[in-house]
């Protein structure tokens, strides 16, 4: 009876610690959520911050050139273009210009840049096309067939002298 009684109490006693383990371990867990939370708020706030200051340098100079210079990738400074608010963004750029107004930039590539395009939202390839193509494309697109035009992009035949 009585190793019985050890029994219980041994039993009793570690149920107690389990039960305030377990306790500790929830309030670690959501104290852990309550500052992930507080983090990924301060990061959402800084990138924020940093799509406005990538936007507005991308409003002042080509967005590649830009990017190369802030040492973010070409995906990076698209990103940033998209998704910063064009109101603050204007906001910047009226503050630097002193009021001025600034030519903003368009975000696509010029026609006929020979520049592939990227991958579109649904992440599949969109048209790569080369600068001779977008040439072609554009001298149709003017009414010329650009069959056997000197100036259609094609490079010229290796000479009739025999050299190859």
Known sequence: MQALRQQQ???????????GAS?????ARQRRAAELAA???????????????????GALMPADRAGRLAGVSPARMQQALRRAAGETVTGKLETLTGGGTVAMRRRGRPRGSGVPRRAGRS???????SATDDEHRDQQERGGSGEGD??????PAASDDGAA
């Open 9 to 19: 109490k041994a039993e009793e006693t570690a149920l107690v610690a389990v039960l």
């Open 39 to 57: 983090l990924d708020a301060a990061v959402s706030d800084a990138e924020a911050g940093e799509d406005v200051a990538l936007a507005v340098l």
């Open 23 to 27: 306790g500790a371990v929830e309030q």
């Open 150 to 155: 000197a100036d259609d992009g094609e490079r």
């Open 123 to 129: 992440g599949e390839r969109a048209d790569v096309s």
